[in-house]
């Protein structure tokens, strides 16, 4: 919100006006992500996305490992492909304020945080001969996920209907939640070699969906 408000719009729950929906040069059918592909270029046209909070939206979850990690490389593919064909025009944006700008591309750069903190865990834990090991990638792990805990558990305690929980309640439930979210280190490396390797016409691989009553 201080930078600007460039939420993004994460497929359940989404309302867009009409007039917005215009501005934005209509629903992006052809991405691979619309939702985040209709985000940015919301953004682009000066219309900001506001988080409901209150408002509790169910989704129905994938049916498997194997189908979890199709959904995870499509949705970070999309991501990817979405700044690089809206980054150029994010950049140069006049009508963009610099705040907002920044926060933008402040989110797209994470798509090279996961590189990043492969490559200092291989630092860290691949035998080294003759050398003296750096702290430094030993830092940068340990950082990387001391924070994923922390941003996990302050949104638990904050998201919590009933209350906050115990603390030791929430710590557990945020260290899992920063494992599960770990996935995401392994996922964008696969999903940016796809985008470099793999060629021809754009394809959706739809994941099958477990049935979640209401």
């Keep these: 919100r201080a930078l600007g408000g460039s939420a993004e719009l994460r497929g359940n729950g989404v309302v867009v006006t009409r007039d917005a929906l215009q501005r934005s040069g209509g629903w992006p059918a052809d991405a691979l992500t ?15 996305v506001v988080p409901s909070v209150e408002l509790v939206v169910r989704e129905a979850p994938v049916a498997g490992l194997a189908a979890l990690w199709t959904q995870r490389v499509r949705w970070a593919e999309g991501s990817a492909r979405r700044y690089l064909g ?3 025009s994010i950049v140069r944006s006049p009508g963009l304020a ?19 903190v ?15 090991r750096s702290a430094v990638p030993a830092l940068l792990v340990g950082s990387y996920a ?20 115990p603390v030791g309640s929430i710590a557990v439930r945020a260290v899992r939640t920063a494992v599960f979210s ?14 470099a390797l793999v060629g021809g016409e754009l394809r959706y691989r739809k994941t099958t969906h477990r049935r979640v009553d209401c």
Excluded at 106 to 112: D, E, N, R, V
Excluded at 119 to 126: D, K, S, T
Excluded at 147 to 161: Q, S, W
Excluded at 182 to 195: E, K, N, S, T
Aim: proline residues 7%.
């Design 34 to 48: 619309e939702d985040l592909e209709l985000s940015t270029r919301l953004a682009l046209a000066g219309v900001g």
């Design 86 to 88: 809206l980054g150029p």
């Design 146 to 165: 001391l924070t994923a805990v922390a941003v996990a558990g302050v949104a638990i305690a904050e998201l919590e209907p009933d209350g906050r929980p």
């Design 182 to 195: 770990g996935l995401w280190l392994l996922v964008v490396p696969v999903a940016l070699l796809r985008i």
């Design 98 to 116: 610099i705040r907002r700008r920044l926060d933008l591309l402040a989110y797209g750069a994470q798509l090279a945080l996961p590189g990043v």
């Design 118 to 132: 492969l490559g200092a865990a291989a630092a860290v834990f691949l035998p080294i001969r003759g050398r003296r």
